[in-house]
């Protein structure tokens, strides 16, 4: 593997793992959004 692709996985890594963070978070407050919907 070329030396570039190898210095750039870490942060691509690192990426993946924020948007899946991100997603997660997203979801939690649509669904507590809907939640409060409800209540009001």
Known sequence: M???LVAHAPDTTMDIER???IGTLL???SERT???R???
């Open 2 to 4: 070329p030396k570039s």
């Open 19 to 21: 948007i899946n963070s």
């Open 27 to 29: 979801a939690d407050l």
């Open 38 to 40: 409800g209540y009001l």
């Open 34 to 36: 809907q939640q409060l």
